[in-house]
């Protein structure tokens, strides 16, 4: 788990990235930059894939005034605010890692994804986009990835860890109450199909 941080060093810059540990990670920001670190703000901890997405976002967002590598010439009031807004995002990140990951196990990887996209009937290029978080899978998506390999929707979906287990006894409280919120949305796309 990561978190996404900006420090505020006595030297007037922000620094804005991402660690496992922040207070190890602070104390050598300040050793490397001969500063004191007058502020910190910092996410909280989140898938990896996630913490970098938005470390990145925030990259882009001062873009015109990075000095160089993760340095900016902006207020820390600017960079908090930023993160403050990102961290709005970070539990459709975690959500979008986590279905992410299990498209790239089912899909065989780098080396299967064309194949598996025409398995599929989904472009390659929509697959890794899934895999990567940048886009969620529609429903049908995930009803055809599902169908065609024969594994469950809620592996795919991220809330159960092996594509063929779908006993909910053994979820947590959240998966079961994610998997409650899904069913209307089973249901639905259901009816639909058949």
Do not use: W
Not at 39 to 60: P, Q
Not at 63 to 86: P, S
Not at 120 to 132: H, N, R, S, T
């Amino acid at each position: 788990m990561k978190c996404v941080y900006a420090f505020e060093l006595s030297n007037t810059l922000v620094k804005i990235g991402v660690t496992g540990n922040l207070n190890s990670r602070a104390q050598k920001v300040a050793f490397d930059n001969q500063s004191e670190i007058l502020n910190v703000h910092h996410t909280s901890f989140c898938e990896d894939r996630a913490a970098y997405i938005i470390e990145s976002d925030c990259h882009k967002t001062f873009a015109d005034k990075r000095v160089g590598g993760e340095y900016f010439n902006i207020t820390f009031e600017e960079a908090r605010a930023e993160l403050e807004r990102r961290e709005l995002e970070i539990e459709d990140l975690n959500i979008r890692v986590k279905i992410g990951r299990a498209i790239y196990k089912t899909s065989g990887g780098s080396g299967d994804r064309r194949r598996f996209a025409r398995k599929v009937g989904i472009p390659a290029k929509e697959i890794l986009d899934f895999e990567e978080g940048r886009k969620i899978p529609s429903v049908i998506d995930i009803v055809k990835m599902a169908k065609a390999c024969n594994i469950s929707a809620d592996y795919l979906l991220g809330l159960i860890d092996k594509p063929h287990d779908i006993n909910i006894e053994e979820r947590t409280p959240a998966d079961k109450d994610n998997a409650r919120k899904l069913n209307a949305l089973r249901s639905a796309l259901h009816d639909c199909l058949y």
